[in-house]
Structure formats: C-alpha cells, structure tokens
C-alpha cells in the first residue's frame, strides 16, 4: 500500500513539472511575439497626390450664401473732372445738353488749373466733390473756400475732406444762382482755397430747340 501511494505521489509531482514547464513555454513565446511586435516598423501613410493650384476650383457656397445678393460696390466711380465715366442711365435731353456744354468749356480751360465736372442733383445741402481730384488738389483738414461766380460776386463755403464736399455755405450759393436738377457746372481750381464756378443751365436747351 506504500509503495502505491509513493507511486502515486510521484505521479502527481511529474504532472504538475510538465504543467510548470507548458506555462513557461507559452508565456516565453507570448513574450517574445510582443517584442517582434514591437520591432517591426510601422507603416508610413501615402502623401496624398499634390494637387496644382490652377487645378483648384473657386470655393463652394452653402446654398443659403449662394441665393444672397452680390454686394454692392461702394467705390467711387467717377473719374476726375468728367461726368462721363458715371454709371450709364437714361439721361433726360435738357441734362445732357447742359452736361455736354460743360465738358466743352472743360476742355477748352485746358490743363494749366484742375478742373470738374458736377451736374446738379436735388441735393441743396452739400455739393460732392470726386474723391480723385480732392486727394490730389484740396486740403486734408477742413478749410474755408471761395466760390466766385461768371459775375465775379464771391460765395464762401465750407470744404470737409472726410466727405470729399461742400457743405456749410453751399445751400446760400445754390440758392442765390436758383440752380436746379439737371444744371451742370464746372468748377475750375485757380487757387488753393478759390473755385471758379461756371453754369450752364439744363433749361438753355429748350431755348435753343428749333
């Protein structure tokens, strides 16, 4: 009966040895498939194709942003010293005429003082000077000017360089000559701070109608 359980015994010890040496076994080629793991390089991401500028389009809208109006321009498009260069509308007969007298007598003032053209507007406040021909000839702070008339009478008016206008005075003067919408004038520089003021009336056109 000893020798049995000695047998027994001895049995049960080799059994549990080989499990012992099964688990060092897994757990030796467990750790080492974790350092082959760790090795191996990881693989680099394909640089996606470079695209030419020229190649892309304009930027997409939403939908919302694409049905919204294009905004306006609010640049000034007038030229220096000519009426020409505004928008294209219908122009009434009697302001035209009065405009192309004015653009005559410009061109014949020639260059030696600047000159510009305004055809009047219902506007009596102020009167707007083309933002071209006051960055380049008028006075950068606000100044006193004088207006003298084909009579040689003298008008005094206030000139704000942040509007580009005439304003304080201007009214007295508009009202003294009863100017009125479709009257053209022409504004010739003589001195830093003094405009020659010549009219033509939008009326004179229906005096010369045949």
């Excluded at 505004?86 to 653009?103: F, G, L, N, R, T």
């Amino acid at each position: 009966m000893a020798e049995v359980n000695s047998y027994e015994e001895l049995r049960r010890k080799q059994v549990e040895g080989n499990k012992r040496k099964l688990e060092e076994l897994r757990l030796h080629h467990l750790s080492a498939a974790v350092r082959e793991a760790g090795a191996k390089p990881k693989p680099k991401r394909k640089a996606p194709p470079r695209r030419d500028i020229a190649d892309v389009g304009p930027p997409r809208r939403s939908g919302r942003i694409a049905t919204l109006p294009e905004q306006p321009d609010y640049r000034d498009n007038v030229k220096l010293g000519t009426v020409k260069s505004q928008k294209k509308k219908e122009v009434k007969p009697d302001h035209a005429y009065a405009i192309s007298k004015a653009e005559e007598l410009q061109d014949e003032l020639g260059s030696d003082y600047p000159t510009f053209v305004k055809s009047m507007t219902q506007s009596l406040t102020m009167l707007y000077i083309p933002v071209q021909f006051s960055m380049e000839h008028l006075p950068d702070r606000d100044t006193k000017f004088s207006l003298v008339d084909d009579d040689d009478e003298e008008f005094y008016t206030q000139y704000r360089p942040h509007s580009s206008s005439l304003n304080l005075g201007w009214r007295d003067f508009v009202e003294d000559h009863e100017l009125v919408d479709g009257d053209c004038l022409v504004f010739q520089l003589i001195k830093k701070t003094l405009f020659k003021v010549y009219i033509f009336r939008a009326s004179s056109y229906y005096d010369n109608d045949d």
